[in-house]
């Protein structure tokens, strides 16, 4: 399998593809679909938030006479695809070892979101397309303007993104080679600006009872759609309180410890390679206080514990933690920013995996199991 990880790796997304266009096709029609719900969101009633994708699928659908389920169904498709084409060429040279093999197929990462089709095809998958196209720019210059542009998009489709607008910085960061903060730093931040004041303006400013009203009249009289689910929670959990007011009575040890178990399980071989991985250049701002890279992963994600607190959809929010971390680090790692220490493979903790048939056992059982 580490000879042939881009062979194994183009057929576990083709296969995954193949799930994901019939999952999609069967459930687009559902009238409770989680998925649609979201996707219908748009500005009849005028500004609100994730109301930019919605509002092009209905321009569409009117355009071309096709149904608005349908025309979300196309995008849908092709949104899918796009993330798996773009992760095959982040990942599909990359120097593999058996811990990361663990990592690539762990059940949080691309497998989670057909595994859980309530999931599949949700806003997010915009976000990791952004995330990655923007791994893949090397002028500065086109970088910023992608800033500007892409993350403000980004801010429209789903706002929870600005959680993670520490990891493009991270990037920008490492690939400056910063050792302190001076005025290029700062004028690199300018350009996260419009989108988090977009952000702000959302969070801010949430729709009101009249307009989403004027929302629901739309859909039903026009497309004979119901605005529920994530559609009706823009009025349900409009303001900042009742996002986290709504989590309040859904905490428990039980809950607790099971996502303790996810996390820990799920980001075990992503730990493991951070806690064993170094840069290869020093003194680069804040990166240079830690010894490894497990650290600075947490401290970015930390901000995350909002995102937790506002919203139960949990099982997501690891998935996209995990997201932004694996891609994250596999960048590094394969541009050389980072080297992974292979004694622990050699001879340390974890050499029983040389072991194919163990190796195999495991992975089936981690992977699939």
Known sequence: MINNFKKFFFYYLSLLFIFSFIYLVKKHDVGNDSTISEWIINYSGGFTKRGIIGEICILIANTFNISLRDTILIFQI???????????????????????????????????????????????????????LYLFINNPFLRNLYKV????????????????????????IIDNKWERIDKKLFLNLAFYFPAILIAGYIALNPISVENHAILENFLEK?????????????????????????????????????????????????????????????NILFFKYFSNLFMPISIMLSPVILLFSMGFDWGRWVNISYVFSIIFYLYLYENKKIIFNNFILEKGYFKFINNSKIFMILFIIFCFG
């Open 78 to 132: 092709i949104i899918v695809a796009l993330y798996f084409v773009l992760l095959f060429i982040l990942i599909k040279d990359i120097k593999t070892n058996r811990i990361l093999i663990f990592s690539v197929f762990s059940p949080i990462f691309i497998l989670y979101p057909v595994a859980e089709v309530e999931v599949l095809a949700r806003k997010e998958v915009f976000i990791f397309c952004i995330f990655i």
């Open 222 to 282: 026009n497309f004979n759609e119901t605005c529920y689910m994530s559609c009706q929670m823009l009025k349900s959990k409009s303001s900042l309180y009742a996002q986290f007011e709504a989590n309040f009575e859904k905490y428990s040890f039980e809950v607790f410890f099971r996502y303790f178990l996810i996390i820990l399980f799920g980001f075990g071989p992503l730990i493991i390679l951070s806690k064993n991985s170094n840069f290869t250049l020093n």
């Open 149 to 172: 542009v892409f993350l403000s998009l980004a801010v429209l489709i789903w706002e929870p993104v600005v959680f993670y607008f520490i990891f493009f910085l991270a990037i920008d």
